[in-house]
């Protein structure tokens, strides 16, 4: 959770005011965890370790890493299937990631979920999942569940600018503000729903203008600014808990790798993308925990080579894990038997 903020006549950045070195040092680390984990998940994928395909998030740590800084374990996320960086940000160990993506026993679903539905319950992550907006309905039951037991914990449902379209969007939103539950709806809108631009696909230029159909309040920032994704998630949780009911944020990001690794990327220019990665938010993170004395230039090039040692540790965990056995096919499969 944030610190106490300091004097309003403060002017640092939000992140450096609300939270403490460690803190600021672990999230930049998870910043880097995200980068090396998805360039070593892409990596395994071009040498046939990995079969299906992945939706990578790289360039949009900032996102995941600020919404889920003032989490704590009893708060819960829903994810989508671009979700490898929520899922480290709240947690989640990379050995038992890469486990998963390899199909290994030792997987967070034994290796049968793969790339898209890694779920980490105990961290709070309720799941990635591969329908479109299949989060948002469940982020609601979490939120609902939390309001009735008297938690005091919240819910943060990622979606991408994609589902703002679907009609779980509004049905979950409504529902969200009819009953005032404790969910914060997060749009990482990286400007495209698979080929489709959101200026093609969406009437209103800022998801964050839906919200005031559904009477909360609604917030766009930068996403690839980590300071201000916090700043505004921490005020969104703050009012979830406080009874007040739901909110919407929108964080303006940019995914430098096409959809999936079947996206051929034709539909954007070299140009649009070299400018959005000039923009990339980890050097930005750690060029301002520099300019605040909070790591030096050799404390941060020391997190990131801890970074590359940890997945590289991950890496090894999943090779050597256990292929699932035969026998356990239908280990995990649920029917009810006919009358």
Same mark, same amino acid.
């Given at each position: 959770? $944030?610190?106490?903020?300091?004097?309003?006549?403060?002017?640092?950045?939000?992140?450096?005011?609300?939270?403490? +070195? *460690?803190?600021?040092?672990?999230?930049?680390?998870?910043?880097?965890?995200?980068?090396?984990?998805?360039?070593?998940?892409?990596?395994?994928?071009?040498?046939?370790?990995?079969?299906?395909?992945?939706?990578?998030?790289?360039?949009?740590?900032?996102?995941?890493?600020?919404?889920?800084?003032?989490?704590?374990?009893? #708060?819960?996320?829903?994810?989508?299937?671009?979700?490898?960086?929520?899922?480290?940000?709240?947690?989640?160990?990379?050995?038992?990631?890469?486990?998963?993506?390899?199909?290994?026993?030792?997987?967070?679903?034994?290796?049968?979920?793969?790339?898209?539905?890694?779920? #980490?319950?105990?961290?709070?992550?309720?799941?990635?999942?591969?329908?479109?907006?299949?989060?948002? +309905? @469940?982020?609601?039951?979490?939120?609902?569940?939390?309001?009735?037991?008297?938690?005091?914990?919240?819910?943060?449902?990622?979606?991408?600018?994609?589902?703002?379209?679907?009609?779980?969007?509004?049905?979950?939103?409504?529902?969200?503000?009819?009953?005032?539950? $404790?969910?914060?709806?997060?749009?990482?809108?990286?400007?495209?729903?698979?080929?489709?631009?959101?200026?093609?696909?969406?009437?209103?230029?800022?998801?964050?203008?839906?919200?005031?159909?559904?009477?909360?309040?609604?917030?766009?920032?930068?996403?690839?600014?980590?300071?201000?994704?916090?700043?505004?998630?921490?005020?969104?949780?703050?009012?979830?808990?406080?009874?007040?009911? $739901?909110?919407?944020?929108?964080? !303006?990001?940019?995914?430098?790798?096409?959809?999936?690794?079947? *996206?051929?990327?034709?539909?954007?220019?070299?140009?649009?993308?070299?400018?959005?990665?000039?923009? #990339?938010?980890? $050097?930005?993170?750690?060029?301002?925990?520099?300019?605040?004395? @909070?790591?030096?230039?050799?404390?941060?090039?020391?997190?990131?080579?801890?970074?590359?040692?940890?997945?590289?540790?991950? !890496?090894?965990?999943?090779?050597?894990?256990?292929?699932?056995?035969?026998?356990?096919?239908?280990?995990?499969?649920?029917?009810?038997?006919?009358?």
């Amino acid at each position: 959770m $944030p610190e106490p903020a300091a004097a309003a006549e403060d002017n640092r950045p939000y992140i450096i005011r609300a939270y403490g +070195p *460690d803190a600021l040092r672990g999230a930049l680390l998870r910043m880097f965890l995200i980068r090396n984990f998805e360039e070593a998940a892409e990596a395994s994928y071009m040498r046939g370790l990995v079969h299906g395909t992945m939706h990578l998030s790289i360039g949009q740590e900032a996102v995941a890493v600020g919404a889920c800084l003032g989490l704590t374990e009893s #708060d819960k996320i829903t994810s989508t299937h671009r979700g490898h960086g929520h899922c480290i940000a709240k947690g989640a160990d990379v050995g038992r990631m890469f486990a998963e993506f390899f199909g290994k026993e030792t997987g967070y679903c034994r290796g049968r979920g793969g790339s898209m539905h890694i779920a #980490d319950p105990a961290k709070g992550n309720l799941g990635a999942n591969g329908i479109v907006g299949g989060g948002l +309905p @469940i982020a609601v039951g979490s939120a609902l569940s939390a309001k009735r037991l008297g938690t005091g914990a919240v819910t943060v449902c990622f979606f991408g600018d994609g589902a703002n379209n679907e009609g779980a969007f509004h049905e979950a939103l409504n529902m969200a503000a009819i009953w005032k539950l $404790p969910v914060v709806f997060l749009c990482e809108n990286n400007r495209y729903g698979m080929s489709t631009s959101t200026e093609r696909s969406t009437a209103v230029p800022r998801v964050a203008l839906r919200a005031a159909a559904y009477a909360m309040p609604g917030v766009t920032v930068d996403g690839n600014d980590i300071s201000a994704v916090a700043e505004a998630v921490d005020a969104a949780t703050a009012r979830g808990r406080a009874g007040e009911g $739901p909110s919407l944020v929108e964080c !303006l990001t940019y995914r430098w790798r096409g959809h999936s690794k079947s *996206d051929r990327n034709r539909y954007r220019s070299r140009e649009e993308i070299e400018a959005w990665m000039a923009r #990339d938010p980890i $050097p930005r993170f750690a060029a301002l925990l520099v300019a605040h004395g @909070i790591m030096s230039e050799d404390e941060v090039r020391a997190a990131e080579a801890e970074a590359e040692r940890v997945i590289e540790a991950g !890496l090894e965990f999943a090779r050597a894990g256990p292929d699932p056995s035969v026998a356990d096919l239908t280990r995990d499969v649920y029917t009810t038997e006919a009358p």
